[in-house]
């Protein structure tokens, strides 16, 4: 049986990633830093903060003695504070970077040799606002482009050692999050206002990783898929 590493995984993305892989036979492992939340998914984890520059290194270690290997990672942990420009502190800064960046960089590090053994999988949960980024979204969108081009030079290093790479870019997704924002606005009037089909669900994001780390997914690497109803108007 196959293990699964998967990060952020108390709720939204990263809980509905985590029950999906379980449902698909994976053993999963999942962190996060809600104990509670984390011990009501049934499966072993791990309350850790991706932000200590040590947690990855004992999520990997937590893993292995769970369960012998580690066939994919996936990195969903980190949420940036929104907000105008001149209104974000350096600390607003540093703390989107470092756990969303700096703690995928760390956890697929560690990974690495035991995906490469296992010829596993990396999928990163990135942002469509790393393609297009507002003036409210200026941490998030340049985190998200960040990860997105991490995501490149890992899948290269992929390729000659055996470990496929893939990012996904999710949209409006109805995560706790954007259920704060909707309360303030209808959500037909936030759609249109959008200019997306509707408000994704996490468990649509969770069926594309599934997708993805599975044997009709593996030709996909180095792929930056966005899942967004239209949201990316870019090429």
């Known amino acids: 049986m196959?293990?699964?590493?998967?990060?952020?995984?108390?709720?939204?993305?990263g809980r509905a990633i985590a029950e999906r892989l379980m449902r698909d036979g994976f053993r999963v492992i999942a962190t996060g830093r809600d104990e509670v939340l984390l011990a009501s998914l049934n499966t072993p984890s791990i309350a850790l903060d991706l932000r200590d520059p040590t947690s990855a290194q004992?999520?990997?270690?937590?893993?292995?003695?769970?369960?012998?290997?580690?066939?994919?990672?996936v990195n969903n942990a980190g949420a940036t504070k929104r907000g105008l420009f001149l209104e974000l502190s350096e600390g607003d800064w540093l703390d989107g970077y470092s756990l969303k960046l700096f703690g995928a960089v760390r956890v697929a590090r560690a990974a690495w040799p035991h995906l490469k053994a296992a010829r596993g999988s990396i999928v990163n949960i990135a942002g469509v606002g790393g393609r297009t980024?507002?003036?409210?979204?200026?941490?998030?969108?340049?985190?998200?482009?960040?990860?997105l081009s991490f995501t490149k030079s890992l899948a290269e290093q992929g390729v000659v050692d055996g470990v496929q790479v893939n990012a996904i870019?999710?949209?409006?997704?109805?995560?706790?999050?954007?259920?704060?924002?909707?309360?303030?606005?209808?959500?037909?009037?936030?759609?249109?206002?959008?200019?997306?089909?509707r408000v994704g669900e996490p468990e649509e994001v969770a069926a594309l990783v599934a997708f993805l780390?599975?044997?009709?997914?593996?030709?996909m690497h180095g792929s930056l898929i966005d899942i967004d109803g239209g949201a990316t108007k870019t090429m």
């Open 133 to 147: 980024p507002g003036a409210e979204f200026s941490i998030g969108g340049s985190v998200n482009a960040a990860l």
């Open 58 to 73: 004992a999520l990997i270690e937590f893993a292995l003695l769970k369960t012998g290997r580690i066939d994919v990672v």
């Open 2 to 13: 196959k293990t699964a590493i998967v990060t952020g995984a108390s709720r939204g993305i």
């Open 213 to 219: 780390v599975s044997s009709e997914g593996r030709y």
């Open 169 to 197: 870019n999710p949209g409006a997704i109805r995560t706790d999050r954007l259920r704060k924002r909707l309360a303030a606005i209808d959500e037909d009037a936030f759609v249109k206002s959008q200019l997306i089909t």
